[in-house]
């Protein structure tokens, strides 16, 4: 993949931290390559001689003539890479709900260590770069659409690839977020400081997201105008520390407003 400094943008839920990260160039090596049938689950040495793991999700039926869309699915706190791709919501719902059959995305649930993304000396960017430099190689992968989110710390840990390859992701097309008021982990002004850094990076204009009140059963969306191609949009919901809100204030799993949030932001990027 080319490398070219972009400003970056992305999607992510805070605490309930949804994100992920478009790239932009080309087609990758991998297209027209003799049909693929990858392994689901794949090794990794990193270069601390750590094994690591990851799944790969191929559509249904893999076209290798045709450039997909990557997304990262990253686990959470104390789980590991089958919480996102066997969770009863595989890949916070975006699977089911990224196009029917999933013809043209491919899912990539990697393994963090000890349960978590501490990113040691960096280890973890780069274990996500030798997934998608191995998956380039192999597979017809559009380059302009790579994306990650996770809740939580895969959350943190997609926030922290947008921030640490802007070179390698190139660009990082597309900022999503949201955040519960009564969030008990990462608390709301937090989840606000990770917010303004990506209206800053995204050269968003001022605007005074609205906040709803505790117990009130609702949201508010704030899209905010930003460079051209790097939209950054911000719901304030009443809840905990969620991935997947309901409008009641608890965790509507499947049916959650959070993952047609997501979708929609995601599927704006072509
Ligand atoms: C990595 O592990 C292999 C196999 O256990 C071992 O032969 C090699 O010396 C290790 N390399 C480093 C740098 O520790
Ligand atoms: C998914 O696959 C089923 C069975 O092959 C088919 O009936 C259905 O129309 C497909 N849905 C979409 C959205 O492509
Ligand atoms: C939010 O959390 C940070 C870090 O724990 C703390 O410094 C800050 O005071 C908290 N803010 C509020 C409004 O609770």
Same mark, same amino acid.
């Given at each position: 993949?080319?490398?070219?400094?972009?400003?970056?943008?992305?999607?992510?839920?805070?605490? $309930? !931290?949804?994100?992920?990260?478009?790239?932009?160039?080309?087609?990758?090596?991998?297209?027209?390559?003799?049909?693929?049938?990858?392994?689901?689950?794949?090794? &990794?040495?990193?270069?601390?001689?750590?094994?690591?793991?990851?799944?790969?999700?191929?559509?249904?039926?893999?076209?290798?003539?045709?450039?997909?869309?990557?997304? !990262?699915?990253?686990?959470?706190?104390?789980?590991?890479?089958?919480?996102?791709?066997?969770?009863?919501?595989?890949?916070?719902?975006?699977?089911?709900?990224?196009?029917?059959?999933?013809?043209?995305?491919?899912?990539?649930?990697?393994?963090?260590?000890?349960?978590?993304?501490?990113?040691?000396?960096?280890? =973890?960017?780069? !274990?996500? =770069?030798?997934?998608?430099?191995?998956?380039?190689?192999?597979?017809?992968?559009?380059?302009?659409?790579?994306?990650?989110?996770?809740?939580?710390?895969?959350?943190?840990?997609? &926030?922290?690839?947008?921030?640490?390859?802007?070179?390698?992701?190139?660009?990082?097309?597309?900022?999503?977020?949201?955040?519960?008021?009564?969030?008990?982990?990462?608390?709301?002004?937090?989840?606000?400081?990770?917010?303004?850094?990506?209206?800053?990076?995204?050269?968003?204009?001022?605007?005074?997201?609205? =906040?709803?009140?505790?117990?009130?059963?609702?949201?508010?969306?704030?899209?905010? $105008?930003?460079?051209?191609?790097?939209?950054?949009?911000?719901?304030?919901?009443?809840?905990?520390? +969620?991935?997947?809100?309901?409008?009641?204030?608890? =965790?509507?799993?499947?049916?959650?407003?959070?993952?047609?949030?997501?979708?929609? !932001?995601?599927?704006?990027? +072509?």
């Amino acid at each position: 993949m080319t490398s070219t400094s972009r400003p970056l943008s992305w999607i992510f839920t805070l605490l $309930s !931290f949804l994100l992920l990260i478009p790239i932009i160039t080309a087609d990758t090596a991998g297209c027209g390559k003799t049909q693929h049938s990858a392994p689901l689950i794949l090794p &990794y040495p990193s270069r601390n001689n750590k094994s690591r793991r990851w799944i790969l999700r191929l559509p249904t039926s893999y076209d290798k003539s045709k450039p997909h869309r990557l997304i !990262f699915g990253v686990h959470w706190r104390d789980a590991d890479m089958t919480g996102v791709d066997g969770d009863s919501a595989p890949y916070y719902s975006l699977r089911a709900l990224a196009n029917g059959n999933h013809t043209t995305t491919i899912f990539i649930s990697p393994d963090g260590l000890n349960k978590g993304w501490a990113n040691s000396g960096g280890e =973890d960017v780069s !274990f996500f =770069d030798a997934i998608i430099k191995a998956v380039s190689d192999d597979l017809c992968i559009n380059e302009k659409l790579i994306f990650s989110l996770g809740y939580s710390y895969g959350g943190a840990m997609s &926030y922290s690839l947008a921030c640490s390859r802007p070179k390698v992701f190139r660009a990082v097309a597309a900022f999503y977020s949201q955040h519960g008021v009564r969030d008990s982990v990462l608390n709301l002004s937090m989840g606000k400081q990770l917010r303004d850094n990506m209206l800053k990076r995204n050269g968003c204009a001022s605007k005074n997201a609205q =906040d709803v009140a505790r117990n009130s059963r609702s949201k508010a969306k704030t899209e905010h $105008s930003c460079t051209a191609g790097y939209p950054v949009t911000y719901v304030s919901f009443d809840g905990d520390h +969620t991935a997947l809100p309901s409008d009641s204030g608890g =965790d509507g799993g499947a049916n959650s407003w959070s993952i047609k949030e997501v979708d929609t !932001f995601f599927k704006q990027f +072509t």
